[in-house]
């Protein structure tokens, strides 16, 4: 048998707004409901990319789109990593979820998983329209471009160095 968190989890997951829907007539879709690591339906919305799941998630159930999950990840973090823009570009400008330069408890931003995961798209966003700033470094001193590099996703490395030279010759 499935305990009801876990049927929630799912739903959200794969985006069935009407299970959603009757389990929030059920009150068995809350704020309350979360995996072994804290992610919140949300987290599974944004890190499945299942946008109008996400937003109804935060707009009609009223869950929250900034919650933590126990490693201090938003579902911003998750839409980041998993490079699904459009979530991201939703929690970020009308989720309530304004957490561009913030850490994870390992230090990582949303930014810092896009570039390890090699989500250019999704790192050019954060950079260019939000403002992300590549020079944070997650817990074990790396940054952004670091962990782009680790992970060997070229694309990203060269766009990276590209926005550090145009800053350097904007600012001469």
Same mark, same amino acid.
């Given at each position: 048998?499935?305990?009801?968190?876990?049927?929630?989890?799912?739903?959200?997951?794969?985006?069935? *707004?009407?299970?959603?829907?009757?389990?929030?007539?059920?009150?068995?879709?809350?704020?309350? @409901?979360?995996?072994?690591?804290?992610?919140?339906? @949300?987290?599974?919305?944004?890190?499945?990319?299942?946008?109008?799941?996400?937003?109804?998630?935060?707009?009609?159930?009223?869950?929250?789109?900034?919650?933590?999950?126990?490693?201090?990840?938003?579902?911003?973090?998750?839409?980041?990593?998993?490079?699904?823009?459009?979530?991201?570009?939703?929690?970020?400008?009308?989720? &309530?979820?304004?957490?561009?330069?913030?850490?994870?408890?390992?230090?990582?931003?949303?930014? %810092?998983?896009?570039?390890?995961? &090699?989500?250019?798209?999704?790192?050019? %966003?954060?950079?260019?329209?939000?403002?992300?700033?590549?020079? *944070?470094?997650?817990?074990?001193?790396?940054?952004?471009?670091?962990?782009?590099?680790?992970?060997?996703?070229?694309? @990203? *490395?060269?766009?990276?160095?590209?926005?550090?030279?145009?800053?350097?010759? %904007?600012?001469?």
């Amino acid at each position: 048998m499935v305990a009801e968190g876990d049927r929630t989890l799912l739903a959200a997951r794969q985006g069935d *707004i009407q299970a959603l829907k009757t389990q929030l007539a059920a009150k068995e879709l809350t704020a309350e @409901v979360k995996d072994s690591l804290g992610a919140t339906p @949300v987290h599974h919305a944004a890190r499945s990319g299942r946008l109008s799941c996400l937003r109804f998630l935060v707009e009609e159930a009223g869950l929250p789109g900034n919650s933590l999950a126990n490693n201090g990840a938003s579902p911003a973090h998750d839409a980041a990593a998993t490079g699904h823009l459009a979530c991201l570009q939703w929690l970020l400008t009308q989720g &309530g979820c304004s957490v561009v330069n913030v850490q994870t408890k390992n230090g990582a931003t949303p930014l %810092y998983l896009a570039c390890q995961e &090699g989500h250019l798209e999704v790192v050019q %966003y954060l950079v260019k329209s939000c403002g992300a700033d590549p020079s *944070i470094r997650a817990n074990d001193g790396m940054t952004s471009l670091h962990a782009a590099a680790q992970m060997g996703h070229n694309t @990203v *490395i060269v766009w990276l160095f590209g926005v550090g030279n145009e800053e350097q010759n %904007y600012r001469k």
